[in-house]
C-alpha cells in the first residue's frame, strides 16, 4: 500500500472522501460520529477492540479500538488499512476525538499507518498491486485551539520518518543470508551513509580488525566464506549537544558453529543481524530528523558457520582490551562479536552506550516474545527508557544485575567465560559477560537492550507482521526526542 497524508482544518463532515473510518472507543456507541448505529448493532458489530465493520453503501467503516492511547490508535489504523487495502477507496478520512490529545493522535495514525501496511515482497515472483491511499486527517474538534497547524504537520513529518525508518531496518533483517552478507550490509550503509547530511561512514575488514586485536570478532567469523565486516556510521550536526553510541550485533547468519544448532533452530537465523538493522536505522532516523545529538552507529557483521579453521570450545580468545575469554559453546557468538564492538565503543567516550541484540533465547523465556530486556548500571537512564517505551509503543522490562549471577561466568582457565555455568538466568548473565567489555569510565553511561524477543517473530502480532519488527528503533528515536524535550523545559 503506498500512503499519502494531510491535515485539514476543517471539520470532518466537510472534508470529500471515497470513505470515513469511525472509531468506536471503549464500545461506545453515542460519539456523534457513530451515524449508524442500529444497522451495526443489527450486524453484531459491538465495537471489541480490532473488530471491523464496513458499511460500503453510506461510506463508513467503523473500527473498534480500547482507548485514545497512542499506540492503541497505532493498531486500529493498522486494523482499518489492511481491511481495504484490496479496495478501490482512495482517500479516507478520520476525524478526530475531543478527548485525545491532537498530535499524539495524529502520530498514532501515521506511524500505525505505515507500519500496518508495510509489506515484504522482495522474493515474491508475482507482487500484489499496492493500492494508493491518501489519508485526510481532521483535527477540527481537537482540544488543542487554536489548532497550531504548523506543529501539527511537523509532528506529522516526524512520525513518517520514525515508521518508515522502522521499516527499513525490517527490510534489512527478512533479507535471505547470501543476499545479505556482511559486504553487502556494509555496501549497503554506505549508500545510505552517502543520502544523508552530516553522515560518514567506515568500513574496516579483516587486517582492521587484525590491527584493533579483535581477537574474538575474527575467531565467530573465520570459518565463513564470507569475510567480516566492521562498520562505523557517525552523524555530526554542528554543535552536538550530547554523544550516543549505538552498538548492533550484526550475525548475518548463525548456524551455531561448531556447537552446531538444530536444524528447526537454524530457520529464523537471518535475524541475528537485527541489532544492526536497528543502529542503522536509528542512526538514518536522527539524521533526517536532525537531532541535535552526535550519534554513532557500530555494527559488528559476520557470519557463525562451520568449517575445518571454525573456532573450537575450549578456545581461549583474547579480545581488543585484552581480557581472555575461554570458548564451551560456540554458539554463543553475538556477545563475543559485542565484546570487540564495545571495547570500541568504550574508547569514543560516549555520554550514552547502547548495545542492541538479539543475544539469548532466555530473555524470551523470561519477559515473553513481544518485550525487549533491559539491562545496565544507571536506575535514572533505565527508567528514562521505560518512560519512553510509553510513547514508542515497544515493551520493555528491566532484568537486574546481581553478584550472585556474575560468579556464574568465571572460568578456570580464563579471565571469563563466554556461557554460564547455570541454565538459570542466561539472559543476565549474557548481559554480565558484556559487561567486561565496557570501559570503567563509561560502564554507568552503557545499556544492554535484548531483543531476542520482538525482533523476529513468526506470526502476525498487533501492527507488526510476521517476520522482522524493526525492535528498538521507535524506542532509541523517542527516548532521544525525549531527551530533547526535557531540556527545552
Not at 590491527?211 to 567480516?228: I, N
Not at 575469554?325 to 560516549?350: F, H, M, Q, W
Not at 549471577?405 to 558484556?434: H, M, P, Q, W
Amino acid at each position: 500500500m503506498i500512503l499519502d497524508f494531510d491535515i485539514k482544518e476543517e471539520s470532518v463532515e466537510n472534508i470529500d472522501a471515497d470513505l470515513e473510518i469511525v472509531f468506536v472507543v471503549e464500545k461506545n456507541f453515542s460519539h456523534k460520529w457513530v451515524r449508524d448505529e442500529k444497522l451495526l448493532k443489527s450486524l453484531g458489530f459491538e465495537g471489541e477492540d480490532g473488530e471491523v465493520c464496513l458499511l460500503a453503501e453510506s461510506k463508513r467503516l467503523y473500527v473498534g479500538v480500547e482507548s485514545f492511547d497512542k499506540d492503541d490508535m497505532r493498531g486500529a489504523i493498522s486494523t482499518a488499512l489492511n481491511s481495504i487495502k484490496k479496495t478501490e477507496f482512495k482517500i479516507v478520512k478520520i476525524g478526530s476525538y475531543v478527548d485525545a490529545c491532537p498530535v499524539s493522535y495524529m502520530k498514532g495514525l501515521v506511524e500505525g499507518a505505515i507500519l500496518g501496511t508495510y509489506e515484504f515482497d522482495m522474493y515474491k515472483s508475482k507482487k500484489k498491486e499496492k493500492k494508493n491511499k491518501t489519508l485526510l486527517v481532521s483535527l477540527e474538534d481537537a482540544r488543542e485551539v487554536p489548532l497550531n497547524l504548523s506543529h501539527a504537520k511537523k509532528s506529522l513529518e516526524e512520525a513518517k520518518i520514525i515508521a518508515e525508518v522502522t521499516n527499513n531496518a525490517k527490510t534489512i533483517v527478512n533479507q535471505a543470508p547470501d543476499e545479505m552478507t556482511p559486504a553487502k550490509l556494509a555496501e549497503y550503509v554506505q549508500n545510505l551513509a552517502s543520502e544523508l547530511d552530516d553522515v560518514e561512514c567506515f568500513v574496516g575488514d579483516e587486517k582492521f580488525l587484525q590491527e584493533q586485536k579483535m581477537g574474538a570478532f575474527l575467531a565467530v567469523s573465520r570459518a565463513s566464506e564470507h569475510p567480516p565486516r566492521f562498520i562505523h556510521l557517525t552523524y555530526k550536526p554542528k554543535e552536538a549537544k550530547e554523544k550516543f553510541v549505538f552498538v548492533g550485533k550484526g550475525l548475518t547468519y548463525d548456524s551455531g558453529g561448531l556447537s552446531l544448532k538444530p536444524a528447526d533452530f537454524m530457520v529464523t537465523m537471518k535475524s541475528d543481524k537485527s541489532g544492526s538493522a536497528s543502529v542503522i536505522s536509528i542512526l538514518e532516523g536522527v539524521a533526517k530528523l536532525k537531532l541535535p545529538f552526535e550519534v554513532h552507529a557500530i555494527v559488528g557483521a559476520c557470519e557463525n558457520m562451520i568449517g575445518g579453521n571454525a573456532y573450537k570450545p575450549d578456545d581461549v580468545l583474547v579480545a581488543k582490551n585484552g581480557k581472555t575469554i575461554e570458548i564451551r559453546n560456540t554458539d554463543a557468538e553475538g556477545r563475543l562479536v559485542l565484546a570487540d564492538c564495545l571495547c570500541y565503543a568504550s574508547e569514543l567516550k560516549p555520554d550514552y552506550l547502547v548495545d542492541m541484540a538479539t543475544l539469548t533465547g532466555a530473555c524470551v523465556v523470561a519477559v515473553g516474545e513481544y518485550t525487549v530486556g533491559l539491562m545496565g548500571h544507571n536506575s535514572k537512564t533505565k527508567h528514562d527508557v521505560l518512560k519512553a517505551s510509553k510513547h514508542s509503543g515497544e515493551l520493555f522490562a528491566t532484568l537486574q544485575f546481581n553478584k550472585y549471577l556474575k560468579e556464574l561466568i568465571k572460568s578456570e582457565v580464563a579471565d571469563v567465560c563466554n556461557i554460564a555455568s547455570s541454565r538459570y538466568g542466561g539472559a543476565i548473565t549474557a548481559g554480565l559477560f558484556l559487561d567486561n567489555f565496557v570501559a570503567d569510565d563509561v560502564k554507568d553511561k552503557w545499556m544492554h537492550w535484548d531483543i531476542a524477543g520482538p525482533a523476529f517473530v513468526e506470526k502476525k502480532w498487533g501492527y507488526n507482521q510476521h517476520g522482522a519488527s524493526g525492535a528498538g528503533v521507535r524506542q532509541a528515536l523517542y527516548w532521544m526526542s525525549g531527551k530533547l524535550s526535557r531540556k527545552k523545559h
